[in-house]
């Protein structure tokens, strides 16, 4: 008769796990490159980049002092979302406009909003 023993302790393999990830996604306004003069009536392109390992949901703008929207850019869960956005300034001569973006990730957590005053 043959008795198989199996010793009482026994390495186990363990793998690590990939660090969860916890932030949304990093955006740039460029340009402008930094708050900057216009001038009233001519048409300003502004440029947004979202960027997220993740995979980019959407990207969100929102603007203060003028009457203008936008309404969210898909991400499609590209790493990289890159657009331009041309900003109407006909009729908004004297006026501060606060141009602000932030990015959600595919897995819900929002980024840093990112700002330029014109």
């Given at each position: 008769?043959?008795?198989?023993?199996?010793?009482?302790?026994?390495?186990?393999?363990?793998?690590?796990?990939?660090?969860?990830?916890?932030?949304?996604?990093?955006?740039?306004?460029?340009?402008?490159?930094?708050?900057?003069?216009?001038?009233?009536?001519?048409?300003?392109?502004?440029?947004?980049?979202?960027?997220?390992?993740?995979?980019?949901d959407s990207v969100f703008i929102a603007i203060d002092g003028a009457d203008l929207s936008f309404p969210p850019i898909e991400g499609n869960?590209?790493?990289?979302?890159?657009?331009?956005?041309?900003?109407?300034?006909?009729?908004?001569?004297?006026?501060?406009?606060?141009?602000?973006?932030?990015?959600?990730?595919?897995?819900?957590?929002?980024?840093?909003?990112?700002?330029?005053?014109?």
């Open positions: 008769m043959v008795l198989l023993l199996g010793c009482d302790e026994r390495e186990r393999l363990t793998f690590e796990t990939d660090p969860e990830d916890t932030l949304g996604p990093t955006s740039r306004i460029d340009p402008p490159s930094r708050d900057t003069t216009l001038t009233a009536g001519d048409p300003f392109g502004i440029g947004v980049r979202a960027v997220d390992t993740s995979g980019v869960a590209a790493d990289t979302v890159a657009f331009s956005i041309t900003l109407p300034t006909s009729g908004l001569g004297g006026r501060t406009i606060t141009f602000r973006v932030f990015g959600k990730d595919v897995n819900g957590h929002i980024g840093p909003t990112v700002a330029r005053r014109l």
